[in-house]
């Protein structure tokens, strides 16, 4: 099975900051990864797919890039909403597996 | 609007067993796979299952195969998760989720869970 990775599991940022979160694959996963936003007691919410392609709706400071098996998720500048837990997702082979998570904390 | 809702979900004994349903409404169901994936208490999310658009096609976590049956009715736009011989590591809120293809894809649309116990 493909193994994701993320980093770092916990971030502490302020609003306005640029935040990175970095994803990687076991294996090549070529661009099949999707990021996901999750808030307490909610489902998660598809932010970007095929490694790069921001999801209808979506804010334009999410961005993401990579391919292959490494990839990054990027905030711009860190709203009061985007205080949330973050994973990414590959869907290489029929077997999905998410990261880890990471949270993103108020500093 | 494009919708899932999950039921089905409650309390069970170790080593018993559960129906899980997603009703689908919205979208062409039959066009889209179907996944189920699952979030313990305090932990992250784990793929449990996926369903072809056609239910030829199923795919299973080794942590449920064997134990879990995943299937769909696409004249009724409802997904299933039978869930046999529970244990308390499946203790979780079980997430519906259509996948953005026939077979796989990114999860596009998801329901708002339905929480599994399993405690005596």
């Known amino acids: 099975d493909i193994q994701m990775t993320q980093s770092p599991s916990t971030l502490s940022a302020s609003v306005g900051d640029r935040v990175t979160i970095t994803c990687r694959a076991s294996q090549s996963i070529s661009s099949w990864l999707a990021w996901y936003q999750q808030k307490p007691g909610k489902a998660p919410k598809l932010l970007i797919y095929k490694a790069s392609t921001l999801e209808s709706g979506v804010p334009s400071r999410f961005s993401g890039s990579g391919s292959g098996t490494e990839f990054t998720l990027t905030i711009s500048s860190l709203q009061p909403a985007d205080f949330a837990t973050y994973y990414c997702q590959q869907h290489d082979s029929y077997s999905l597996t998410f990261g880890g998570g990471t949270k993103v904390e108020i500093k | 609007e494009v919708q899932l809702v999950e039921s089905g979900g409650g309390l069970v004994q170790p080593g018993g067993s559960l129906r899980l349903s997603c009703a689908a409404s919205?979208?062409?169901?039959?066009?889209?796979?179907m996944t189920w994936v699952r979030q313990a208490p305090g932990k992250g999310l784990e793929w449990v299952s996926t369903?072809?658009?056609?239910?030829?096609?199923?795919y299973y976590a080794d942590s449920v195969r064997g134990r879990f049956a995943i299937s769909r009715d696409n004249s009724k736009n409802t997904l299933y998760l039978q869930m046999n011989s529970l244990r308390a590591e499946d203790t979780a809120v079980y997430y519906c989720a259509r996948a953005d293809g026939d077979l796989t894809g990114h999860l596009d649309v998801w329901g708002k869970g339905t929480t599994v116990t399993v405690s005596s």
């Open positions: 919205g979208f062409t169901f039959s066009s889209y796979a």
């Open positions: 369903i072809g658009g056609r239910g030829v096609f199923t």
